[in-house]
């Protein structure tokens, strides 16, 4: 799944929630659907709350990366 293209990269890091989840809704919301969205996420309760929420949404995640420090989440939109 590495090889599949983001349309768009949004770096969330720092940021808490709920408002990571909510800039993550609007930046799906301004793209197309089937596009992808790639979103780096620090560790802890971003990584753990926000995919759920994204998927509650309609959306699919299709790929989940660790690197140091925080996360590299890819969604594609529903």
């Not at 309760?45 to 140091?68: M, T």
Request: aromatic fraction near 2%; proline fraction near 4%.
């Amino acid at each position: 799944m590495a090889d599949i293209k983001s349309d768009a990269v949004l770096d969330l890091r720092g940021v808490l929630c709920p408002i990571n989840f909510v800039k993550t809704k609007l930046k799906l919301e301004a793209m197309d659907s089937g596009q992808v969205l790639e979103i780096v996420l620090d560790s802890g309760d971003p990584i753990q709350n926000v995919p759920k929420s994204i998927k509650e949404e309609g959306h699919r995640i299709v790929e989940v990366k660790k690197e140091e420090g925080h996360f590299r989440l890819k969604v594609q939109k529903g």
